[in-house]
C-alpha cells in the first residue's frame, strides 16, 4: 500500500511539473514572441517605416494623360507604369480569385494567419506558404526581395508580421486588396492592375472577365516565371488553378469552372511605351508643359521628401483637351494620304528620273551643305566623337554598310530591317515628307488633336510647334482683314487684276516689289475680294497691302496670337514669313469665334494622385476684330471652297481633279455640303503646302512638306497645297462627321445681328460702285 501511495504521489508531482513547464514554456514563447515583434518595431531587425510613411505609403506611379472623353492617352514613368485603381473599379471576381488564391481566410485574421503559419512550419511549407495578403504588401512596400541569407530571410519574416498587422490597423481590407493589386509588378511595364489590363488584355480592369482576372491573379506568385507571352501553357495551367480554387471557395460553380477552364487564353499583348501609341507628338510636347509647370509649382513635401513635383513618380493626373477619337481619326488621315502621297515622291524621284533624289536640283552647293549639317548633328557623329574618334575615321564610318531597322510606310509594323551606309540612311530619311496637323475649338481654344508627324519613334521632330514654316497664301486673309477693318471693304468690293508694283523705299522695301500672280497672266478684269481670295490672286493682294500698309497687318497678325518673326515689308503678304501650325490654328480660330482670340489650350486641369486640384486652366482671350469684320472673313474664305482651290471639297464624282490627279487626291470625293471656310497655301518651288479649314466649331491647320525646301514636288501638280495638304482635311472631318457623338457643326456660321458689310454680291448694283479707290489715301 505504502508503495502504491509513493508512487500515486510521484505519478501526481510528474503531472503538476508538466503544466508547471507547460505554462512557463507557453508564457516564456509569448514572451518571445511579444518581445521579437517589440524589438521589430524598434528596429533591432532593420530599420522599419515611420508612421508617416505606413499612413502615406510611397509606391512609384506614372502619371497619367486623360483625354476630354476620359480615355489614356498615355503615362509619363521611368521605371513604374504604375496608375493606381480604386477598389470600386475592380471586378468582384478579380478580387473573389485572389482571396481564393493567396488567402482564403483573408477576412477572418488580423494580418497573419495562425493556422497556415503552424501549416507552414509543421510542413515545411510543403504543403502551402503561409504569407496573407497583408505580408505580401508589406514585403512589397517595405521589406524587398527575399534574402537567400537564412538569418536575414526569418528577420524579414518577422518584420513582415509586424508590418502587416500594423496596415490591418491602418486601412480596411479592401484597401489593403486595392493597394496589394496596384503596387504588384507584371513584367513589360505593367506595373499594377491597371497597366497589366491594359498590357495583356487591352482593357480597364473593371472590363476584366473572369478567366482573364484568373491569369493575371495566378501571376502573382510569380509574374517572370508565370509569363503569358513566353509561358503560355504553364500559364493556361496557373490560371485554371485558379479557377479551381474559386470552385473550392465557391465563388463560381464546379459547371462555371469546368467552362472557364476549357477556354483558350485569349492575350491582347499591348505594350505601352513613349514613342508607340495614340498621340505621341502630344504627349512629349506634353512633357515640356509639365516640366515647366514643376519649376514654378512647389510640392507640400513630407519630411526627407522632394519639395518639387515628379511626372514619372508622384501619379498626377493630367487632363487634357485632346479629344482620343478625333486624335484616331487625325492620325489615320494622315497615315492615309501620306504613304499614297509619298510613294508618289518616291515614283519620281527615281535615280533615272532625279540624279540628286530626294534633293531637285544644285544650287550653289546646297545639297552638300544639307548634308553636312546632317553628318556633323547626327547620334552617330557624336557616339564616335565621345569614343575618341578622329574626324577622318568618323567621316569613312558613315561610308560603311550595317545593319539597321528604318522606317516603311508598306510594312505593317512601319519598320522594315535592311543594310545600307549610314550616308544612304541619312539620304533615305531626308526623302520622307514631313506633316503637322492641329486642330482646335474656337469658343474655347481647346485643341482636340495634335500630329507633329508621320511616326514619333522614327521622326521625332514635333512640326506642330517647333516647326516654322513659310505659309505662303495662308497669311492672305491677315492682309484682307486689316484691308476689311480699316478699309471698310466688302468681300464684294474689286480690283483690277493688272501686275501692280510698290515703289522701292515706300514700306521698307529697298527694291520695287512687282509680285506676279502664281500663273504669270493677268487677266486685266475686275475682281471681286472674294474671287481674288479664292484664287490667289497675288496683283490684288499687292494693292491691299500698298493700301493699309506692311505694319497695319503685322499688327493684325500680333493681335491674332502669331509669335513668330514677321519683318514690316511688303513680301509677308504673299506668306514669306516662317510660323508654325500651332499659331496659325489659334490665328484662324479668331475669324471663327466672331473676332475673340482665345489662346489654344491643351491642359485643362492637373491633379495629385489623391485628386487634389493643384493646376486650373483659365482662359487667356482677347478681342481683335468686330463680330462684322469676322464674318466678312469667313465669307471671303468660303470662297475658297465654293470656287477656288478648296473646290475639291465640294465636287462629287469623277471629274477633272480624279483624271489630273489620279489617286492622290486621297478620300476623294468628299462631297461636302456644308458651309467650310478655308484657304490653301503653296510656297516656292512647292517646298510647303498648307490647308486651312474652318467650320463653326472647329478649326484645323495642316501642314505637307519636306525637311529641308530642297525635298519637294517638281511641279504645281503634286506641290501644291491642294494635293499635299487638303485631303488629309478632307480624310479627318469625313471620320469626323461619321462620328455623330463628337458633334462636329454641319451648319452656317453665326451671322452678326444688322451685319453693317455687305457679303452678297448678287445685290450690288453696279460694278462702279464696288471698285475701290486706290488714291484715296487713309491716315493711320
Known amino acids: 500500500m505504502a508503495t502504491a501511495t509513493k508512487k500515486k504521489k510521484k505519478s501526481s508531482n510528474n503531472f503538476f511539473k508538466f503544466i508547471k513547464w507547460f505554462w512557463v514554456l507557453f508564457f516564456l514563447g509569448a514572451l518571445s ?40 492617352l498615355g503615362k509619363f514613368y521611368l521605371d513604374d507604369n504604375r496608375t493606381d485603381v480604386a477598389y470600386e473599379e475592380l471586378p468582384k471576381t478579380l478580387v473573389q480569385a485572389l482571396v481564393a488564391t493567396e488567402d482564403a481566410r483573408y477576412y477572418e485574421h488580423s494580418g497573419i494567419d495562425a493556422r497556415g503559419t503552424l501549416r507552414a512550419f509543421v510542413y515545411l511549407g510543403k504543403k502551402g506558404g503561409a504569407s496573407t495578403i497583408s505580408q505580401q504588401l508589406a514585403r512589397q512596400l517595405f521589406v524587398g526581395v527575399r534574402s537567400k541569407n537564412i538569418f536575414e530571410t526569418i528577420t524579414q519574416k518577422i518584420k513582415e508580421w509586424v508590418l502587416a498587422i500594423r496596415l490591418e490597423r491602418s486601412y480596411t481590407k479592401e484597401e489593403i486588396v486595392k493597394m496589394y493589386l496596384n503596387i504588384y509588378d507584371f513584367n513589360y511595364n505593367a506595373d499594377g492592375i491597371r497597366s497589366a489590363s491594359r498590357i495583356y488584355f487591352g482593357k480597364e480592369p473593371k472590363n476584366l472577365k473572369i478567366e482573364e ?45 469546368d467552362s472557364l477552364q476549357a477556354l483558350k487564353m485569349d492575350i491582347n499583348f499591348s505594350p505601352e511605351s513613349h514613342r508607340e501609341g495614340l498621340a505621341t507628338y502630344f504627349r512629349m510636347y506634353l512633357q515640356g508643359f509639365m516640366n515647366r509647370w514643376i519649376k514654378d509649382n512647389p510640392k507640400p513635401a513630407l519630411k526627407g521628401e522632394s519639395d518639387k513635383w515628379n511626372i514619372y513618380l508622384d501619379g498626377l493626373r493630367i487632363y487634357t483637351t485632346i479629344d482620343s477619337r478625333m486624335q484616331k ?115 474655347t ?180 476684330l468686330s463680330k462684322d469684320v469676322s464674318y466678312a472673313m469667313l465669307d471671303l474664305m468660303s470662297g475658297v471652297t465654293q470656287g477656288g482651290s478648296g473646290t475639291r471639297l465640294r465636287t462629287t464624282g469623277a471629274d477633272k481633279y480624279r483624271a489630273e490627279y489620279k489617286e492622290i487626291i486621297t478620300g476623294y470625293p468628299y462631297e461636302f455640303k456644308n458651309p467650310i471656310a478655308g484657304k490653301t497655301g503653296t510656297t516656292q518651288n512647292q517646298s510647303d503646302g498648307w490647308f486651312m479649314g474652318m467650320v463653326p466649331n472647329l478649326v484645323t491647320g495642316v501642314w505637307v512638306g519636306g525637311d529641308d525646301k530642297a525635298v519637294h514636288f517638281r511641279t504645281i501638280t503634286y506641290g501644291q497645297g491642294a494635293s499635299m495638304a487638303l485631303p488629309i482635311w478632307g480624310l479627318y472631318m469625313k471620320k469626323n462627321y461619321a462620328n455623330k457623338e463628337l458633334g462636329i457643326s454641319d451648319g452656317e456660321f453665326e451671322k452678326p445681328e444688322n451685319l453693317s458689310i455687305n457679303v452678297d454680291c448678287s445685290k450690288t448694283s453696279m460694278e462702279e460702285d464696288n471698285k475701290i479707290d486706290l488714291e484715296d489715301d487713309l491716315d493711320f
Open 33 to 72: 514572441v511579444v518581445l521579437i515583434f517589440l524589438l521589430a518595431s524598434w528596429g533591432a531587425f532593420g530599420a522599419m517605416p515611420e508612421y508617416e510613411r505606413l499612413e502615406n505609403p510611397q509606391t512609384n506611379l506614372a502619371s497619367e494623360i486623360i483625354s476630354s472623353d476620359g480615355e489614356t
Open 213 to 257: 482576372s484568373a491569369v493575371l491573379v495566378g501571376m502573382l506568385k510569380n509574374s517572370s516565371y508565370y509569363n503569358p507571352i513566353r509561358r503560355e501553357e504553364l500559364v493556361l495551367n496557373r490560371r485554371n488553378t485558379v479557377l479551381s480554387q474559386m470552385a473550392k471557395y465557391d465563388f463560381i460553380t464546379e459547371q462555371q469552372k
Open 329 to 443: 481619326n487625325a492620325e489615320d488621315a494622315v497615315a492615309e494620304h501620306m504613304k499614297r502621297l509619298q510613294a508618289e515622291f518616291f515614283h519620281q524621284n527615281t535615280p533615272d528620273r532625279n540624279k540628286t533624289a530626294p534633293f531637285i536640283e544644285e544650287v550653289d552647293g546646297e545639297i552638300d551643305r544639307i548634308m553636312e549639317r546632317a553628318i556633323k548633328s547626327s547620334q552617330r557623329w557624336h557616339n564616335l566623337e565621345d569614343q575618341g574618334k578622329n574626324e577622318k575615321e568618323i567621316r569613312a564610318s558613315f561610308n560603311e554598310p550595317v545593319e539597321m531597322t528604318v522606317f516603311d510606310w508598306n510594312s505593317e509594323t512601319k519598320e522594315k530591317d535592311t543594310v545600307m551606309t549610314p550616308m544612304d540612311s541619312i539620304k533615305y530619311y531626308k526623302s520622307f515628307l514631313k506633316t503637322a496637323m492641329m486642330s482646335m475649338e474656337p469658343q
Open 445 to 624: 481654344g481647346h485643341v482636340k488633336a495634335w500630329v507633329g508627324g508621320i511616326d514619333y519613334k522614327h521622326f521625332q521632330y514635333d512640326n506642330v510647334i517647333q516647326g516654322a514654316r513659310q505659309v505662303g497664301s495662308t497669311f492672305k486673309p491677315f492682309v484682307y482683314a486689316a484691308a476689311i477693318d480699316q478699309l471698310r471693304l466688302s468681300p464684294c468690293d474689286m480690283l483690277p487684276d493688272n501686275l501692280y508694283c510698290i515703289e522701292a523705299n515706300k514700306h521698307g522695301n529697298p527694291d520695287p516689289w512687282c509680285p506676279k500672280n502664281s500663273n504669270g497672266e493677268y487677266s486685266g478684269e475686275m475682281l471681286t475680294l472674294k474671287n481674288a481670295l479664292a484664287n490667289s490672286v497675288n496683283s490684288v493682294t499687292a494693292q491691299l497691302i500698298d493700301k493699309v500698309g506692311p505694319k497695319s497687318v503685322v499688327s493684325i497678325a500680333r493681335n491674332l496670337g502669331i509669335t513668330g518673326d514677321i519683318p514690316e515689308v511688303p513680301s509677308i503678304a504673299l506668306g514669306t514669313a516662317d510660323l508654325n501650325v500651332y499659331e496659325m490654328v489659334g490665328a484662324y480660330g479668331t475669324f471663327a469665334n466672331q473676332g475673340v482670340y482665345v489662346k489654344p489650350v491643351m491642359v485643362t486641369r492637373i491633379e495629385d494622385k489623391n485628386g487634389t486640384v493643384l493646376y486650373e486652366y483659365v482662359p487667356e482671350t482677347k478681342d481683335v
